[in-house]
């Protein structure tokens, strides 16, 4: 068995690497190449944020440096941990909650994290690469360890590298990642004129 | 004078459509073809999402449904008002605050709305449309205006077309239209071991 190939069943054309993203568990034990990583990183810099305020960090950590390596990982909670040890490479996002030109709260600080770790899954995607990214993990036991100061909030976990083979993942784990992906049709989310209303863009 | 071109100024090589994505103000009264504007809708549907809770909605409206485009017009703040109204499409999106799966506050809600918008700005990117994304909205009244439903959050606004002559902007807007894109060098951002040491990775 090899990595599974999971397009996404589109109702409209989207580009394939938009189509091809998903997320794995089953991660190969292959190192990513540094600049690869480099050119993830990049992508995620050139997302939009509002005001341009860029409020994303990220603590990056891969397999060839084991001791902050295994301090990221103690970061997400102990299911997520029990796969996304044997990816080569994990990370965790943090967000700035205030803008920088004037110190009032950033209500896009999330939103905008969210664009850039959009960015960077795309541009793995691109590469073979692929994210999985994780709301399981503790994000004050990351802010004592890795010093993540106060203004700032630790967001998510990152689990990354080339899709491995699923059947080294435990039954019901395997079972999610060979599933097909889902999603709602596009007439529950876009509407117009008046909440719930689907658009003639997207009716069936 | 005709559309700016401005990709980025990247640091390691990435994906066209994330360097070629911007925000522009001026934008071509040119229609946006509906199967185009499906699969920016489309490309948005398969973003990622914790617990693939898809947070995300979207309230669309095109200028050829003219007082509907008004009423999302709207919603925007006057400033915004004053070059989003030439743009072909707008729009808004929401974020349901809850996960589906149990009630509990989802605290992705604005991160995950934020990845859909990302997939549908590159998707834009790739047919040579442009979206502009906008934090100045008046929430409440698009709530009112659309019967928004508690447990949801209006995010932001959209202006989307083709991107167009900036000589029709105002002096300080057409300035800035034309300005190089700018961000944080990547080491000011992305982190090994402790919080503001760069990463080996995006050493300079």
Redesign the interface.
Known sequence: MTAPHKP?S??????H???H?W?PRAFDSRPVE??K???L???A????S???A?P???????KD?PE?FQ?VLECFVEFNQSWARHAPVVALTAAFLKFPHNGQPN??A??????????L???AA?FGLQIH?M?GIDPEKARKT????PD?EV??GIALGYPGDPAALPDQLRERELAA????P?AA????????NP?P??KP
């Open positions: 996404a589109t109702s409209a054309p989207i580009h690497i938009i189509s993203r997320s540094p600049e990583l480099r050119s990183l990049e992508a810099r050139w997302a939009a509002a005001y341009n860029q994303w960090s990220f603590i990056v950590a891969t440096d902050n301090r209500r896009y999330f939103h905008d994290v969210g664009q850039a770790a959009a960015n899954a795309l541009q691109e990214q709301a890795f010093g993540v100061p700032y967001v998510s992906r889902e999603r709602k596009l989310f876009v509407y117009a004129g008046q909440w719930g658009s863009l997207v």
